[in-house]
T-cell receptor, first 115, second 114 residues
Framework: EAGVTQFPSHSVIEKGQTVTLRCDPI?????LYWYRRVMGKEIKFLLH????????ESGMPNNRFLAERTGGTYSTLKVQPAELEDSGVYFC?????????????FGPGTRLTVT | AQSVTQLDSQVPVFEEAPVELRCNYS??????LFWYVQYPNQGLQLLLK??????LVESINGFEAEFNKSQTSFHLRKPSVHISDTAEYFC????????????FGRGTSLIVHP
């Protein structure tokens, strides 16, 4: 079974440009999460999809970030326009359901550098 | 609100030595506790978790952690580390009946030297 995959693994863009990150969850997982880690800091929650619906987007920093999950499969996270403080590692995770296991399966992350 | 403190950003240790990675949390409600590990160029993997029951939990590769409610701690230990244990370790907390979104600490980089 393939794990959570993310594309690209690295992205270097200039301030003001647009970047789109993609996450493919484990097949059949309804729950999809985005997190971000700024260097040396905590991994912070951004948002949570259940299928194609946004369940919780309380962690999204501002309206320059747009997440979508059309069809309830893969998800994209677009940053437009990118700012220097958006640099960090963006993780995606998926889980089959919320419940007693609480286990989320994480992807390898996308390292975004804004110069 | 919940928070997790990992006081040590980096822990260097020699191979076969014991190690303890510290984790303290704050929460006004009961908690679930987790340790995740990130090996180089890989995603986070769940290492072990405490949900209920025995306060001592173990992983398949020799790590263990003990939930100490009075000290609000969940320290991770291993009696003898290997080079392959070099990785970043994240402690996390979530709440039963909540949104199951974990709150993470800043991570501890374990560096095992030969």
């Amino acid at each position: 079974e393939a794990g959570v995959t993310q594309f690209p693994s690295h992205s270097v863009i200039e301030k003001g440009q647009t970047v789109t990150l993609r996450c493919d969850p484990i097949s059949g997982h309804d729950n999809l999460y985005w997190y971000r880690r700024v260097m040396g800091k905590e991994i912070k929650f951004l948002l949570h999809f259940v299928k194609e619906s946004k369940q919780d987007e309380s962690g999204m920093p501002n309206n320059r970030f747009l997440a979508e999950r059309t069809g309830g499969t893969y998800s994209t996270l677009k940053v437009q326009p990118a700012e220097l403080e958006d640099s960090g590692v963006y993780f995606c995770a998926s889980s089959p359901r919320t419940g007693v296991n609480h286990e989320q399966y994480f992807g390898p992350g996308t390292r975004l550098t804004v110069t | 609100a919940q928070s997790v403190t990992q006081l040590d950003s980096q822990v260097p240790v020699f191979e076969e030595a014991p190690v303890e990675l510290r984790c303290n949390y704050s929460s006004s409600v009961s908690v679930y506790l987790f340790w995740y590990v990130q090996y180089p160029n890989q995603g986070l993997q769940l290492l072990l978790k405490y949900l209920s029951g025995s306060t001592l939990v173990e992983s398949i590769n020799g790590f263990e952690a003990e939930f100490n409610k009075s000290q609000t701690s969940f320290h991770l230990r291993k009696p003898s580390v290997h080079i392959s244990d070099t990785a970043e370790y994240f402690c996390a907390v979530s709440s039963p009946g909540g949104s199951y979104i974990p709150t993470f600490g800043r991570g501890t980089s374990l560096i095992v030297h030969p």
